[in-house]
């Protein structure tokens, strides 16, 4: 372990120093902040572990992203931010933690921003210097000028931990000692005395290289960034009900840049968070663990529309880029994709020529379907699908050829049928029907693939296709959450967990900020009976500042499974009428023995069903937990002839696990094609 000294050279830890360290680590990590984060913990406790045993090369963002999180050890840490993300709320907790804290501690802990080396300052007993160790090798003190009552922290390179001791003044230099310069030896010329030839090559040689840096400089401006966030664009008219339009720019602004393959670009969601913020761009970008940040405003002027960009290189706090266009809405969607392609350059991201040809598409757009679209989106993103499918349907009406509205009208019938707003059968038939159509005007788009892969699985239960579906989908849109959840979920439905939690992970790397991603994290461990880790989620969430989710849902799940009965029936509780929360409730009352109280949910299931379509599959729910396999298996033929979506849960689902050794409980998964 090695030790800035207050000369500036390298020393070792002495053993009390290292016993100080780990003495302090114990009370980060046991205090309020850390307690029950069990990963938060971890990832604190490896970077000053191997700091304090010298092993800095396993302090590479690679290596601990394979160390901690399972990735490979060659992984793309440009498009994969899950250390850089776990480094800032580490960073977030060890400030607050002593921000909160009274008193000085003999040690203070700090994380450097840009790496993962760890700095360790200490405040000795009394304010007086440490003794040297007796080996004088290990231990090396040199007192401080006497203006100085602390030396500040070395520069942390990827190869050296440094700490840094807070003393008291140090005693003043000898009054004696003369301060005059003394005079040349004869014969030899003084320092100062340079040939004036040679000071105007001096001059010359200074001015060359500094032209010559600046000009690399400039080359390798864009060269750090790798990684961007796209703030809201400013609705610059001031009219609260132009604010989809800016808000809509935005979306395509971020789905035009996903896709990039090179580039990992923030989800909308984590963006959108920062609407109106008073936060700087660092801080920002911090938060997002990102290189760059765009921002820009839209104003909207008859038929034409005025865009204004520009691309911050947030590690220097500059402006490196800026452009504005005006857009007239019957020449195309041109402008994200020029603003994609100028932003590429300007970074040094290479392109490859399918991306190329994407971004530079151009297609006539009638201007009242884009307006109508970009409304239902609005609708949609509020979880209104019933409005946004009216505005989709107008959209259509107006150009039937734009085929991004195919695919969000998908997305809506999805959503309906899930939820029980629409017949099961029919809702899914028109989303692979409107999947279909966006694929067919426009097979580049990403989303049309997604929702087609969905209603390959809900409708068909043709696995193959959802995956080739997903994967393609992936391939267009590398950095889009929706996709990366959606084969998540796929992965452990089909039954591989590992692969499902490392995909749900880059989501939440892509959206580090919207509780949505961590909500399917937290679902993803659960299906993979890693039960703790699902709880370390919520409580991840619990304690960042993001507007929460209600997580009742998953923590009853959560507890049932952890035989914790009455905080299970709590937690669903708190859901209310939902069929689905109804079906594991009255799980939860038949594991708890009471038999009187599940029966009773049977009964308002039913209910349900006389006016919805959820229902079947939570039936079979409950007389799962009560033990009755007959009524549960009629219950689950009654969900297969339905099309029932809890269905595609048979193979991970644990409220099913008291059926599974039943044959024809491997007889229905064969028929839903999970098993051959």
Known sequence: ????????????????????????????????????????????????????????????????????????????????????????????????????????????????????????????????????????????????????????????????????????????????????????????????????????????????????????????????????????????????????????????????????????????????????????????????????????????????????????????????????????????????????????????????????????????????????????????????????AKYFDQSIEKDPNYAPVHAALARCFDRMGESGKMDYRLAFYRQKEEAIKAIQLDDSLPEGHAELSTAAMTLDWDWATAERELRRALELNPNSVDIHEKLAFFLSRTGHPQEAVAEVERGVDLDPVYQGSFHSEGFIYYYSRQYDKALDVSQTVHNLDITPVDWSFLLGDVYLEKGMYAQSIAEFSKVGDDPHALGHLGDAYARAGQTAAAKKIIQRLQEHLRSGDVGRYEIALVYAGLGDKEQAFKWLEESYRAHDVGLLFLKIDPCVDPLRSDPRFADLERRVHLIP
């Open 1 to 388: 372990m090695l030790n800035s000294n207050q000369s500036g050279g390298i020393e070792t830890l002495t053993a009390r120093e290292i016993h100080l360290v780990r003495q302090h680590l114990n009370e980060i990590t046991e205090s309020h902040l850390f307690a029950g984060r069990k990963r938060t913990q971890e990832f604190l406790q490896l970077i000053v572990e191997r700091a304090l045993e010298g092993d800095f090369d396993s302090l590479r963002e690679r290596m601990i992203g394979a160390k901690m999180f399972g990735r490979p050890v060659g992984y793309d840490t440009g498009n994969d931010a899950v250390v850089r993300v776990k480094a800032n709320e580490v960073r977030k907790r060890l400030a607050q933690f002593y921000a909160e804290a009274e008193g000085l501690r003999p040690v203070r802990i700090d994380i450097p921003n840009g790496s993962y080396v760890p700095k360790f300052h200490f405040e000795l007993p009394g304010g007086q210097p440490e003794p040297p160790s007796h080996n004088p090798e290990t231990a090396v003190h040199t007192p401080e000028p006497p203006s100085q009552t602390a030396k500040a922290p070395l520069p942390t390179s990827s190869g050296l931990a440094t700490a840094t001791r807070i003393e008291a003044p140090a005693p003043h230099l000898d009054a004696h000692a003369s301060n005059d310069p003394q005079p040349p030896e004869p014969g030899k010329r003084p320092s100062w005395q340079i040939p004036t030839a040679s000071l105007m090559a001096l001059i010359i040689m200074i001015a060359i290289g500094y032209l010559l840096l600046t000009h690399h400089n400039k080359q390798q401006d864009g060269g750090r960034i790798r990684s961007i966030a796209v703030l809201p664009l400013e609705n610059l008219l001031g009219d609260p009900a132009q604010a989809y339009f800016a808000d809509g720019m935005t979306e395509e602004l971020i789905n035009d840049l996903g896709q990039v393959s090179t580039l990992r670009v923030i989800s909308l969601t984590s963006s959108m968070s920062y609407k109106g913020t008073k936060k700087t761009l660092p801080a920002i970008a911090r938060e997002l663990g990102v290189d760059g940040v765009v921002e820009g405003g839209v104003l909207r002027e008859g038929k034409n529309v005025r865009i204004s960009t520009q691309l911050f290189d947030v590690k220097e706090d500059r402006l490196i880029w800026s452009q504005s266009y005006i857009r007239d809405f019957s020449s195309g969607q041109a402008w994200q994709g020029d603003v994609a392609q100028a932003i590429a350059k300007e970074i040094s991201v290479k392109l490859t020529p399918q991306e190329q040809a994407r971004l530079a598409r151009r297609r006539p757009l009638n201007p009242e379907a884009e307006d109508l679209y970009l409304q239902g989106v609005l609708k949609a993103n509020a979880d209104d699908c019933a409005a946004a």
